[in-house]
């Protein structure tokens, strides 16, 4: 059974840092995309970044601020989030594909990931 756990979610200051990390369970994703996603209260959910075999892609609200990275030896994506502002307040999601999107752009897109974590909450004081 697969399983995406994500943990590192808290309360922080407006342009402070926090580091989420979703480790997988169950098979690998070394070489699928990984992606992150995030949900403010009452909006739909939105694209934050995507990993896969070293090319990455983010938002542009969070380009610059935020670092997607992996360790396949603890089958662990991260995501470090920098200059932290109130607008990233969200349930954070780590999401994993196992289908192959030509271009990339597409992983933009949920619907494209197969599996889902289970969420952590971010929220960013004022």
């Known amino acids: 059974q697969v399983q995406l756990v994500e943990s590192g979610g808290g309360l922080v200051q407006a342009g402070g840092s926090l580091r989420l990390s979703c480790t997988a369970s169950?098979?690998?994703?070394?070489?699928?995309?990984m992606g992150w996603f995030r949900q403010a209260q009452g909006k739909e959910r939105e694209f934050v970044a995507r990993?896969?075999?070293?090319?990455?892609d983010y938002a542009d609200s969070v380009k610059g601020r935020f670092t997607i990275s992996r360790d396949n030896a603890k089958n662990t994506l991260y995501l470090q989030m920098n200059s932290l502002k109130p607008e990233d307040t969200a349930v954070y999601y780590c999401?994993?594909?196992?289908?192959?999107?030509?271009?990339?752009?597409?992983?933009?897109?949920?619907?494209?990931?197969?599996?889902w974590g289970q969420g952590t909450q971010v929220t960013v004081s004022s």
């Open positions: 999401a994993a594909s196992l289908q192959y999107c030509l271009g990339d752009l597409c992983y933009r897109d949920l619907k494209w990931y197969n599996y």
């Open positions: 169950g098979r690998t994703f070394n070489g699928d995309a």
């Open positions: 990993l896969r075999r070293g090319s990455t």
